[in-house]
């Protein structure tokens, strides 16, 4: 086995961490779940707009007060954007590694992961799934727009099991965690996102930790899996143990890629795989085989197959829209976020109309709206 290892990190401009205030929750009524769904369903967008108070806060110090911030319309489904209809423009797909005590390079602090879902909320941003996104079935409000979640590695620090009184319940401080308390009375912010998994690497990234490293047992790994499917999110295939694709000649890297579809399949039997994370964003010399390949087990005599409808690049912006004809999904970007990498400024540089800015829904899943580009 071999073990897990980082490269050097991408150089890229202070981050600033979003922090939503407390007078969020005066902004609407759904938003703090004070009234019957029904009710609300009933009610018409708010006309008028108010004050977004998302706060950035960076590490050097520097401020983004609410006096640049635009107004913010609210609608019973929450926060939406002014801007019209683009069901060309473009989708964030927000990767996150490790979720810890403090920033570093391939890690958020917990209390910047709550802001970022608390900024992307605001901002009227609702998670899709990989499938919505592939099969162009993105059902959203009006006045919404998707994001797309992907963890990466399948550290316990994403989703960890804590054992009270017999049975075991999600780590309130995992990334997991902080997610279902976020969503709680927030029903349009549905459990949709990718879990992108190792399965062999050491350091604890085997299916969310093994061997007891921080609390969690071996035993524990396909349960996890399966809980993550049966809340709506998607499992994503990383590799065996992280291997740099670029490295390595065809047979070894289908193997990385083959083990670990086939440890998938072993926790979630007949679970379609449609999603492959790059290790490091690097490709193999034979491209194609980041989507398509096989490997034969030399004991068994088994072989195990694998095709991936999206291949995720490490880093490249916000993605098009499916329905962009330039949409490619076997190169999908991504937003890294770390140390010295930034969300806010990727969300204000989608703030404008046409194909260059931020998909926005008509809410009506049967018609695409906007111009193409």
């Given amino acids: 086995m071999r ?16 922090r939503l205030i407390a ?31 998302v706060r950035l806060d960076a590490a050097n110090g520097d401020r983004v007060g609410t006096e640049t911030m635009e107004s913010v319309p609210v609608s019973a489904s929450g926060p939406v954007t002014t801007l019209p ?24 602090s917990r209390e910047r992961f709550r802001a970022e879902l608390d900024t992307l909320y605001a901002r009227g941003y609702r998670p ?39 049975q075991l319940v999600v780590d309130p401080t995992s990334a997991l965690g902080i997610w279902l308390d976020f969503a709680k009375g927030k029903p349009e912010w549905r459990h949709r996102g990718s879990f ?18 921080e609390g969690q047992e071996s035993a524990w790994r396909f349960r996890k899996l399966a809980h993550l499917d049966s809340l709506g999110f998607e499992l994503c295939n990383h590799t065996l143990w992280h291997a740099r694709l670029d490295k390595y000649d065809d047979a070894f890297v289908q193997e990385q890629i083959a083990r670990g579809e086939l440890a998938i399949d072993s926790a979630m039997p ?19 085989l980041a989507w398509g390949g096989a490997w034969t087990d030399p004991k068994s005599q088994r072989t195990v197959r694998y095709a991936y409808d999206a291949v995720f690049e490490v880093a ?25 990498m930034p969300l806010y400024p990727t969300l204000r540089t989608l703030e404008k109309e046409g194909a260059g800015g931020r998909y926005v829904s008509d809410g009506n899943p049967n018609t695409v709206a906007g111009q193409a580009p």
């Fill in 3 to 18: 073990p897990f290892v980082y490269s050097t990190p991408l150089q890229m401009p202070s981050f600033a961490r979003p």
């Fill in 23 to 53: 007078a969020l929750c005066l902004l609407t009524v759904a938003a703090c779940g004070e009234a019957p769904r029904a009710e609300l369903a009933a009610e018409e967008p708010a006309e008028t707009s108010v004050t977004d108070s």
């Fill in 85 to 108: 209809p683009n069901e060309y423009g473009r989708i964030p797909i927000v990767e996150y590694h490790l979720v810890v005590d403090e920033d570093g390079s391939y890690a958020v």
């Fill in 128 to 166: 899709i799934g990989l499938g919505e996104l592939l099969d162009k079935r993105i059902d959203l409000p009006a006045g919404t727009s998707p994001v797309h979640f992907v963890f990466d590695d399948a550290s316990p620090s994403q989703f960890r099991y804590l054992e009270q009184g017999g």
């Fill in 196 to 213: 992108c998994l190792l399965s062999g690497a050491e350091a604890g990234r085997s299916f969310f930790g093994n061997k007891g490293i």
């Fill in 270 to 288: 007949g679970y379609r795989v449609r999603g492959f994370a790059l290790p490091l964003g690097m490709w193999p010399k034979n491209k194609p």
């Fill in 316 to 340: 490249g912006g916000p993605a098009r829209s499916p329905h962009d004809p330039q949409f490619n999904p076997r190169s999908l970007p991504r937003i890294p976020l770390g140390r010295g």
